[in-house]
């Protein structure tokens, strides 16, 4: 069955970096979407980041944009979510998703498969 792993959080400074690692197994190969979510204390989960196997189009939340990027290791079934410049307001736990054809975007709803999540605290 697919089963996703997330792994990477801590506890960080204002402007510091940080990457998140997603790790798959399970799925079938014409998996499409692979993602990242995040959902703050009182606030509904929300679409970060996603991409399209093998390398199609990345979109980025507006809140994000310029500061994370997400990567894909096809070969190892994996990826990842560079955070740069982080701030106070992306404290949140942060969760990869996966899902097969059509791509599901950034719509958390979308996804079927999700891994456990991992904390990510930015400290002021």
């Known amino acids: 069955q697919e089963h996703l792993v997330e792994s990477g959080g801590g506890s960080v400074e204002i402007g510091q970096s940080l990457t998140l690692s997603c790790a798959a197994s399970?799925?079938?190969?014409?998996?499409?979407?692979m993602g990242w979510f995040r959902q703050a204390l009182g606030k509904a989960r929300e679409g970060v980041a996603a991409i399209s196997a093998p390398d199609g189009p990345e979109y980025y939340a507006n809140a994000v944009k310029g500061r994370f990027t997400i990567s894909l290791d096809n070969a190892n079934n994996m990826w990842y979510l560079h955070m740069n410049d982080l701030r106070p307001q992306d404290t949140a736990i942060y969760y990869c998703?996966?899902?097969?054809?059509?791509?599901?975007?950034?719509?958390?709803?979308?996804?079927?498969?999700w891994g456990q999540g991992t904390v990510v605290t930015v400290n002021s």
């Open positions: 998703a996966a899902d097969y054809p059509p791509f599901r975007g950034l719509g958390p709803r979308e996804y079927q498969y």
């Open positions: 399970g799925f079938a190969s014409h998996r499409s979407s």
